[in-house]
């Protein structure tokens, strides 16, 4: 198959699991933050991402995180939540990617340590939009939370992997 002839084809993959970052974003940003913490959600939407990363390949896993960030920000956020979601959604990318490559962590693993990741990068960017590393403590509270997400989100993808895989 050529080039243009797999670009056509993938047009309506990529664009399903877009619709679908953004259902699962709507319906997340309806629940109030757990245990009034800002900054912690599930993380639905990294499903998409995940399972993206793990039946199709890396680079289409990068396209439906930044696309997805995009529109979400434009939709629900602002330019702050903007620079937040894309901080931490492509250091959260970039870890699962190289993760994935070693072949030596499980689904739930990969997402567990991106979810850790995630936030990471948006204390990295609140450090550098504040001037300030007197925030670094909160961490810790997203550490937990990144951990736990992230596990939930693994066992979640890993489960729709093996049901989907069929189709991809």
Same mark, same amino acid.
């Given at each position: 198959?050529?080039?243009?002839?797999?670009?056509?084809?993938?047009?309506?993959?990529?664009s399903?699991?877009i619709?679908?970052?953004?259902?699962?974003?709507?319906?997340?940003a309806?629940?109030?933050?757990?245990?009034?913490v800002?900054?912690?959600?599930?993380?639905?939407?990294?499903?998409?991402?995940?399972i993206?990363l793990? %039946?199709?390949? +890396?680079? #289409? $896993?990068?396209?439906?995180?930044?696309?997805?960030?995009? *529109?979400?920000?434009?939709?629900? @956020?602002?330019?702050?939540?903007?620079?937040?979601?894309?901080?931490?959604?492509?250091?959260?990318?970039?870890?699962?990617?190289?993760?994935?490559?070693?072949?030596?962590?499980?689904?739930?693993?990969?997402?567990t340590?991106?979810?850790?990741a995630?936030?990471?990068?948006?204390?990295?960017?609140?450090? %550098?939009?504040? +001037?300030? #590393? $007197?925030i670094?403590?909160?961490?810790?509270?997203?550490? *937990?939370?990144?951990?736990?997400? @992230?596990?939930?989100?693994?066992?979640?993808g890993?489960?729709?992997?093996?049901?989907?895989?069929?189709?991809?």
């Open positions: 198959m050529n080039n243009r002839n797999r670009i056509i084809k993938s047009v309506p993959v990529y399903m699991l619709a679908l970052a953004l259902i699962l974003s709507y319906v997340e309806q629940f109030p933050p757990f245990f009034a800002p900054g912690m959600k599930l993380g639905l939407t990294n499903t998409v991402v995940l993206t793990y %039946l199709k390949d +890396s680079r #289409s $896993a990068v396209f439906i995180n930044i696309v997805r960030i995009l *529109i979400v920000s434009i939709l629900f @956020g602002n330019g702050l939540s903007f620079v937040y979601s894309m901080s931490g959604g492509l250091l959260s990318g970039a870890v699962m990617i190289l993760l994935k490559k070693t072949n030596r962590f499980s689904i739930t693993a990969v997402s340590v991106g979810g850790v995630h936030n990471l990068g948006q204390i990295l960017a609140a450090m %550098l939009i504040m +001037s300030t #590393s $007197a670094a403590w909160y961490m810790t509270v997203l550490w *937990i939370s990144g951990m736990a997400s @992230g596990a939930l989100i693994g066992f979640i890993g489960i729709l992997c093996k049901k989907l895989k069929k189709y991809a």
